[in-house]
């Protein structure tokens, strides 16, 4: 089993566009999907379901209207189905900078937060305002940050912590910390709907030996059925992180030479004698 499921929803407009209906539709439709999905996660056991809902992007890209519909969503989403998060053991977090969303979805974004937080079930996490290069460039910020209060704090210059070696402690563990997403594991798992085969700046340094599962399916037709397929398709996967398969039999050493494989190319390459056709046939 995955121990994180992260998923790009993608769609909406599209969805609504085929049924000749305004793209805010799409989006409120998408949003039924989210609570579907939420819930399998949850009865299934998955630890951790992320879920790219707005990207930065979208942000600055789409139109306010658009933009304030999808806040108004967010807000009536969360209002609305807090009470089946605790039914469901689902607990609410939140990645992004989220600072720059309206002053009063941020207060929901903390309550539905806060009316979660006991949950020990799946947790939930929304990508909101989120980009993974933004998300890079903040956990620089805060490592910087933490070495300029080191200084301070021991008295010294940030010159004479280089000095005695404090970058020797800086590795993939101490970014992996100070991104949006620490404590939690990494995604096992992508998923994409619509089709579209990009990562669109999601979770760029946490999704390194991620799986990817790309559908056809508009999000909003997407439903706890088709989680439960991926999962099963992950399940068939063999996932070795840059080594070889456990099971492998093949041994450096019986390798076929290197020689006797050029021979080989060089006779599959070779022009074949054109096959001459009887009169007959
Ligand atoms: C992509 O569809 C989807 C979004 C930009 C927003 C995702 C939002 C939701 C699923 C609903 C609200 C979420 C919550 C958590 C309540 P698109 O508009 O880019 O589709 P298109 O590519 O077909 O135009």
């Known amino acids: 089993m995955p121990r994180h499921i992260a998923i ?5 407009g599209r969805w609504a566009g085929k049924r000749a209906l ?3 539709l799409g989006h409120q439709q998408g949003a039924e999907s989210v609570q579907y999905v939420v819930e399998t996660a949850s009865r299934i056991g998955l630890p951790y379901l992320t879920l790219y809902a ?15 519909f999808l806040m108004k969503l967010l807000k009536n989403y969360l209002v609305g189905n807090v009470k089946r998060m605790n039914d469901n053991n689902v607990r609410m977090n939140y990645i992004g900078r989220t600072r720059e969303l309206p002053t009063e979805v941020q207060e929901t974004m903390q309550w539905a937060m806060e009316s979660t937080a006991k949950n020990t079930g799946t947790t939930l996490t929304l990508a909101l305002n989120y980009g993974a290069r933004t998300e890079i460039v903040d956990a620089f910020r805060r490592i910087l940050q933490g070495l300029a209060d080191e200084a301070h704090r021991r008295g010294c210059s940030v010159d004479d912590l280089l000095g005695a070696g404090e970058l020797d402690g800086l590795d993939e563990d101490t970014i992996s910390a100070a991104l949006y997403t620490a404590g939690m594991p990494d995604p096992d798992l992508i998923i994409r709907t619509s089709g579209e085969q990009r990562i669109s700046n999601f ?9 990817i599962f790309v559908t ?7 439903r706890g059925i088709h989680l439960l397929e991926a999962i099963v398709d992950y399940q068939r996967r063999e996932r070795r992180f840059g080594g070889l398969n456990e099971n492998s039999d093949e041994k450096i050493d019986t390798l076929q030479p290197i020689s006797e494989l050029e021979t080989a190319i060089a006779t599959e390459l070779e ?4 096959v001459r056709r009887s009169r007959a046939s």
């Not at 790009?8 to 909406?12: E, F, P, R, T, V």
């Not at 990207?55 to 933009?67: D, F, G, Y």
């Not at 022009?271 to 054109?274: A, F, G, K, W």
């Open 22 to 24: 305004k793209r805010f």
């Open 54 to 68: 707005f990207s930065l992007e979208n942000n600055l890209r789409r139109p306010k209207s658009e933009v304030s």
């Open 271 to 274: 022009p074949q004698e054109p």
């Open 203 to 211: 979770l760029l340094w946490q999704i390194a030996y991620a799986e």
């Open 216 to 222: 056809d399916r508009l999000w909003p037709d997407f």
């Open 8 to 12: 790009i929803m993608d769609g909406n």
